[in-house]
């Protein structure tokens, strides 16, 4: 399993971002697939987490009706939609994907990873 993440980049606080994560490899229907950020100096977090094959997502409470994760099966990719970006949404976006452990939120849950990519939300 291959997976590519991109679309970050520099934004204003308020702002939006879309991040796309293009994976490879497999037939990804029996996967979980998840995002998670990391901030500078602090551990790994869990984001955001879909089932390919239904569509079920679970959030975390901080981008809650800010985020959305989706997936296009066509085009075995993953997005994340950022809205209503914050300072402290400010990490590297990684992507990751799994079969074997639902709707994770830990990252040893996950045994496939992309190789990140930066969001920085500026004031």
């Known amino acids: 399993v291959q997976l590519q993440a991109s679309g970050g980049g520099l934004v204003q606080a308020g702002g939006s971002l879309r991040l796309s994560c293009s994976a490879s490899?497999?037939?990804?229907?029996?996967?979980?697939m998840a995002w998670f950020r990391q901030a500078p100096g602090k551990e790994r977090d869990f984001v955001a987490a879909?089932?390919?094959?239904?569509?079920?997502?679970y959030y975390a409470d901080s981008v809650k009706g800010r985020f959305t994760i989706s997936r296009d099966n066509a085009k075995n990719t993953l997005y994340l939609q950022m809205n209503s970006l914050k300072l402290e949404d400010t990490a590297v976006y990684y992507c990751?994907?799994?079969?074997?452990?639902?709707?994770?939120?830990?990252?040893?849950?996950?045994?496939?990873w992309g190789q990140g990519t930066q969001v920085t939300v500026s004031s």
């Open positions: 490899g497999r037939t990804f229907s029996n996967y979980y």
């Open positions: 990751a994907a799994d079969q074997s452990y639902g709707l994770g939120v830990n990252d040893y849950e996950y045994d496939y």
């Open positions: 879909i089932n390919w094959s239904s569509g079920n997502t």
